[in-house]
């Protein structure tokens, strides 16, 4: 049976196709999501109605965004605790930008939007830049910007929530088009960027190569530091998108937004397929796994569940996931 990574070169690259075990990997992921659905349909007459779906499909964008930056970092076999943090601070440097007096709504959703994406991009690349060049474990560095970048959300907001933003940037976070929301086709478009950048080009190649083995990629003479650095630039820069789609959906920009949010995003990657120690995965699988979270959230809601048993349920959800992680590991290191 084929792998789902194969070797050009000396680097370990995903292949062009799906493989054998890629297709059953994501058909398996594909068919919990459709058996969730499937009960929670005959659980809640409402799970399936227009209004419920739209509900859904809102509720996963933020998350599905983030997981899609994730998923870049996970492959590389890191991780990145701060995008809920820097999301908030990309927020909240973007409530500031549309809150300026003197400037047209174009110009100020304009400099709202390019400072918030920025301002998380270079998040991103002090993350990447601070865990390559030492070599330091990206758990750690990404655990100091949690705190640092929360830490400047409430300084730069004085703690307070941003909000009286220009209409037409309220009227693009509740636009729908035949039922399906904007904001919802923004995270898929970037989920089918990601997806193009990781298995047909040569930068997919190497991130992928990365995770799997690093140093065949040193050896083979590219240079790993950039494409780690990247990776988590590319992670800062989905947060920055998430913080503008945030406001957009809920008119503010609250420095205290995002807590909790960098757990659902690795959930999302995790539960989808992606291997924790890197090289193995799709962002295609990290969707299915932001669908599945929010099915299982919206769901729950619906037929009654408290609070905690939610947070018991999902939490059971994650262990199994890395379980079966476990699992495929050592069928992948035995096929």
């Not at 693009?172 to 088009?177: A, E, K, P, Q």
């Not at 932001?290 to 018991?312: C, E």
Request: charged share 5%; glycine share 12%; hydrophobic share 55%.
């Amino acid at each position: 049976m084929m792998s789902d990574t194969q070797t050009v070169g000396s680097i370990p690259t995903p292949q062009r196709g799906l493989s054998v075990r890629g297709i059953i990997n994501s058909a398996g992921i594909g068919l919990a999501l459709l058996l969730l659905i499937v009960f929670f349909s005959f659980a809640s007459e409402h799970f399936l109605t227009p209004n419920n779906i739209t509900n859904i499909l809102t509720q996963i964008t933020i998350n599905l965004i983030l997981a899609v930056g994730m998923t870049f970092v996970i492959l590389i076999g890191g991780i990145d605790l701060s995008v809920g943090s820097v999301m908030a601070f990309a927020a909240v440097v973007a409530g500031k930008a549309i809150t300026l007096p003197g400037l047209g709504p174009a110009e100020l959703i304009l400099l709202a939007t390019t400072a918030g994406v920025l301002a998380g991009l270079a998040c991103g690349m002090l993350n990447g830049f601070l865990s390559a060049y030492w070599s330091l474990p990206s758990f750690i560095i990404t655990l100091g910007m949690l705190n640092i970048a929360r830490g400047a959300a409430l300084q730069v907001s004085d703690a307070q929530t941003i909000y009286s933003f220009p209409r037409a940037f309220e009227n693009f976070g509740s636009l729908l088009i035949s039922g399906v929301p904007v904001v919802f086709l923004v995270a898929l478009v970037l989920v089918l960027l990601a997806w193009f950048v990781l298995t047909r080009t040569v930068f997919g190649r190497i991130i992928y190569g990365i995770g799997s083995n690093e140093e065949a990629v040193r050896l083979a003479g590219h240079n790993v530091f950039a494409y780690k650095v990247a990776a988590f630039s590319i992670c800062g820069l989905t947060a920055g998108i998430a913080a503008i789609i945030y406001m957009a959906r809920l008119n503010i920009s609250s420095p205290i937004a995002g807590i909790g949010f960098e757990l659902n995003a690795i959930a999302a990657v995790i539960i989808g397929g992606t291997s924790l120690s890197g090289g193995r995965g799709s962002v295609i699988g990290t969707l299915l796994g932001a669908f599945i979270i929010g099915v299982l959230a919206n769901g729950l809601i619906l037929i009654g569940l408290s609070d905690f048993m939610r947070q018991m349920i999902t939490g059971v959800v994650i262990v199994v996931a890395v379980i079966l992680d476990h699992y495929r590991a050592k069928l992948a290191g035995n096929g």
